[in-house]
């Protein structure tokens, strides 16, 4: 790792860090499962094995895509005084809040993206 990617890392929360690390072993469960149903796939077996293979697989899918909208990004702003700020996933309407009345989104309500203001 470069000093500077060590940097940053060391910057994180330890929330976004630990998602991070959980991001990385549900990625390489992933490559097994694939590797796994190649296998499979070769050689004759049974399609049950095969199937449960298949849907260890979506489910890695879903619980990564899951993981990736913990990690916090910022809106995307028009840049204007007034501006709207939209979610960076998505690209609907997040609410900024207003100080002392309304705090700022931390999710996006429409895709569930955390929110970095």
């Known amino acids: 790792m470069t000093p500077e990617r060590a940097k940053w890392y ?3 929360p330890p929330e976004e860090k630990m998602t991070r690390i959980h991001l990385g072993y549900f990625k390489h469960s992933l490559s097994v499962q694939k590797e796994r149903l190649a296998d499979l796939n070769i050689e004759p077996s049974n399609q049950d094995e095969i199937q449960q293979c298949k849907g260890g ?3 890695t899918k879903v619980s990564i895509k899951a993981l990736r909208k913990q990690i916090a990004m910022r809106p995307i702003t028009d840049g204007e005084i007034l501006a709207s700020y939209d979610c960076p996933v998505c690209n609907n309407t997040v609410d900024e809040g207003f100080p002392g009345f ?3 989104d931390e999710y996006c309500r429409y ?3 955390k929110l970095r203001w």
């Open 102 to 104: 309304r705090l700022p």
């Open 111 to 113: 895709c569930g993206q």
């Open 10 to 12: 060391d910057s994180l």
């Open 57 to 59: 697989i979506r489910a």
